[in-house]
């Protein structure tokens, strides 16, 4: 095993000492950082609270997200489950395993919601809900505490960034024209993709060791096959950025949906967005192949820009049709 994650795992194992009784809080922090809630619930920021603070969240969590996905791909490093049978797989994960992108993500997301909101209790609450995600990695085997460590500075790196920038960044983009902005919407995600496929080229002659396949299938053994060579998470995500952006300037340009108004109708645009996200994310997927070509491939790109559009901009226009905004 690699000297750089071997001294883990009695990290992990001290961790999974604490007994099964921590299982089910441990997959819940863990969930805080899964696609399903992303989707399900961060939209709304956007749709309820500020429409400002949930794009910026958006935003920084998907670049992270494809960041984190290229970085994988470079190193192709196991996750813990995969090469040693001292520790016990609680989750199954098919992708490589370092940096976290829990915890890198959890790091900004939570400190780009707390830099928002700027109020002393809900920092301390983000700081504990970032520490219990990455924690919940080690716990689930999922992830060495080198992937956590790195993942947390990526974090760091990244969040430091995006509010340095913000400012700046935002004070330039009031004086470029609607063209240039809808312009670099496509370039950002596009350009995040190009990287992630081309490093994904560079080391397509990498093979998955079989002992990594055995081990993890072992260890979960209803859990698919595991399958890290996919570029399925950075068509993913790069389709969602996307769609998030673009639908984002439409709305700023558009310049008719406020966030605000009564609880009621806050509800009732949180229950019709996430109807919509459910209808085109699964919809779209029931319709849309499921195999490894480059139609498949397209198609994905296409459901995740469609899901990102929605939140961002067909979303709000439907909560203004409907008189909920």
Partial sequence: MNIWLEWGIPI????QSWGEGWLLPMRIFTFL???EFIMLVLPALLWCYDVSIGFRLGLALLISNGINWVIKMAFGWP????VSDKV??????TSFGIPSGHAQNAVVLWGRLAAGIKRLPITII???LLLFISFSRLYLAVHFPTSVLLGWFLGILLLYIFVAADKPIDSWLKK????LKMSLAFILPLTILFLGLLVMTINVDRPVPQEWIDMAQSAIPDADPINPNTPEGIISGTGSLLGFCTGYLLLTQW??????GAISKRIGRYIVGVCGVVIIFFGLRMIFPQDETLLAYSLRFIRYAAVGFWVSYLGPRTFVALKLA
């Fill in 33 to 35: 950082g899964d696609e």
């Fill in 126 to 128: 983000c700081i504990i």
């Fill in 88 to 93: 016990q797989a609680f989750k199954a994960e």
């Fill in 255 to 260: 310049d008719r949906f406020n966030a605000a």
């Fill in 12 to 15: 992990i194992e001290w961790f």
């Fill in 79 to 82: 996750r813990p489950y995969w």
């Fill in 176 to 179: 470029q024209s609607f063209r």
